[in-house]
């Protein structure tokens, strides 16, 4: 019996789902390898990690790490030096390479956009590459310049498989295309059939610069013959994701290649069969599914009938809500005209005695104004009096000196003449008190009618804000009852 010993895998998910299959020939599928681009997993490491990788993504930054460092190398050199591996060279058309140093190559983070997690166009840049990388870069890829990457590539692709031949008993290279087929023969706007041929031209020249190595064995199957689906391990359709038979025709022609044609079992027959037992549970589900949709039918029917008189009494409920609520609307909508009526009324008055009150205050400053003139005046004829009364006072005390001095001098004289001096005297002071009496009256009375006017002004104005008050309430409540009426005909409206 054929024994390919612990199989192992590197590569993407045709090599990983083909060595998990044929591993019922061998020891099991010891590990599978998501590996690098060629030209990244075979450089050599770099001598000194100085790069600034703070604004890489954290899920890349292994990638990077692992990369400059050949750690992934390195984890496959230390491998157990037997049994079989499988690997393909799809990666090195899915992502190129960038030089870090001379001679040292890592994934080109800009081909991983959507393909690495966390590697999108917000957080890898040319700008933020040359951040990290301190200098300039050139990327090399077949989309690039193909001749020049197909030269680098071939000196890799050879290192890797001679590391391969060396550790492994067998070294089994996938021919792995492209394709744009769909097992349901539909369309999907994610294959583009032009694309695909492109990629493959590419991958038919890289196969023939390794083609004619004779330490591995090329796996090869044929090209219309690899197939997507809908339903497919890891999610189709895609250009590298295949049908089951797909994988069973690969492990197929291993076993040919292995035994020489002289193997019984068939990976394609057990897949068939696989595919008419799936079918077989399917037709058997679609049945059983039938008879409880036709059951479904029937119970529908007559839920069908009840429910059809009930939507007729429900329909017949319903227009005579709907007039209701029409009546409703039109009531409403009366009301509304009569609240608005009332608004534009009170904002009339409002503004009418709004005008007044207006009038009022500027003509109670003004009657203010004239108050504090009045007081001014008033100040100014009181500080006069007190001056009249100080002169007064003095012409008083100087007019009693002239009178001692004038009783002397009369003393001396006959007694008509100092009675006449005296009498005229005293008719001069006279005079002038009752001049000062008089002027005193006059700005008193003044002053009372100003008081007067301002006690009149604060009363009308006292009357005018207790009318606009009552106005406001008069308003407010034909506003409530209007309110309440429309409030009442519609609850009665929606019964």
Not at 163 to 188: P, S, W
Request: glycine content about 4%.
């Amino acid at each position: 019996m054929l024994n390919l010993g612990p199989v192992y895998s590197i590569g993407g998910c045709v090599v990983h789902e083909v060595a998990k299959r044929i591993s019922k020939f061998s020891e099991g599928h010891a590990d599978h390898f998501w590996r690098r681009p060629t030209i990244a997993l075979m450089s050599n490491p770099i001598d000194r990690f100085h790069f600034n990788i703070h604004e890489l993504p954290p899920a890349f930054v292994n990638y990077f790490i692992n990369d400059a460092s050949s750690s992934h190398r390195r984890e496959i050199e230390n491998l157990p030096s037997r049994g079989s591996v499988f690997i393909d060279i799809t990666r090195d058309i899915f992502t190129g390479v960038i030089e870090i140093e001379p001679g040292k190559f890592i994934l080109n983070p800009l081909d991983g956009v959507d393909i690495v997690e966390d590697l999108n166009t917000d957080t890898i840049s040319d700008k933020i590459l040359s951040n990290i990388l301190k200098s300039n870069f050139q990327q090399i890829g077949h989309d690039k310049d193909r001749d020049a990457f197909l030269k680098l590539w071939e000196k890799h692709i050879d290192l890797m498989i001679n590391m391969l031949t060396v550790k492994f008993d067998n070294v089994f290279i996938l021919e792995i295309y492209f394709t744009d087929r769909i097992a349901n023969n539909g369309q999907n706007s994610n294959i583009d059939g032009e694309y695909a041929q492109l990629i493959n031209s590419v991958l038919s020249e890289m196969y023939e610069k390794i083609r004619h190595r004779s330490d591995s064995i090329f796996v090869s199957i044929d090209q219309n013959k690899m197939i997507t689906g809908t339903q497919v391990e890891w999610g189709g359709p895609t250009y590298t994701h295949f049908i089951e038979e797909t994988y069973a025709l690969f492990c197929d022609r291993v076993l040919q290649m292995m035994t020489q044609g002289k193997s019984d079992f068939s990976f394609i027959e057990e897949a068939s069969l696989e595919r008419a037992r799936a079918h077989e549970k399917t037709i058997f589900e679609f049945d059983r599914l039938k008879e409880e949709v036709d059951a479904g039918h029937s119970k529908f029917a007559k839920k069908t009938e009840f429910y059809e008189g009930r939507i007729k009494e429900l329909s017949e409920a319903s227009l005579e809500r709907a007039r209701a609520h029409e009546e409703t609307i039109f009531e409403f909508d009366r009301l509304k005209e009569e609240m608005d009526a009332n608004h534009s009324k009170f904002a009339q008055k409002a503004e009418s005695y709004e005008g007044r009150i207006k009038e009022l205050s500027e003509a109670s400053l003004e009657r203010a104004r004239a108050h504090e003139e009045t007081i001014f005046e008033f100040d100014r004829l009181k500080e006069e009096m007190d001056a009249n009364h100080s002169q007064l006072a003095q012409k008083a005390e100087s007019y009693e000196i002239r009178i001692s001095e004038l009783s002397d001098e009369i003393s001396r004289r006959p007694t008509h003449v100092a009675f006449e001096a005296q009498r005229v005297m005293i008719s001069q002071r006279d005079g002038e008190l009752e001049e000062l009496r008089r002027t005193s009256r006059t700005h008193l009375h003044q002053m009372q009618e100003v008081q007067a006017e301002l006690a009149r002004s604060r009363s009308t104005q006292g009357r005018l804000e207790k009318e606009l008050a009552l106005a406001r309430q008069s308003v407010f409540a034909q506003t409530k009852k209007s309110v309440a009426r429309m409030t009442y005909r519609l609850r009665r409206g929606s019964r």
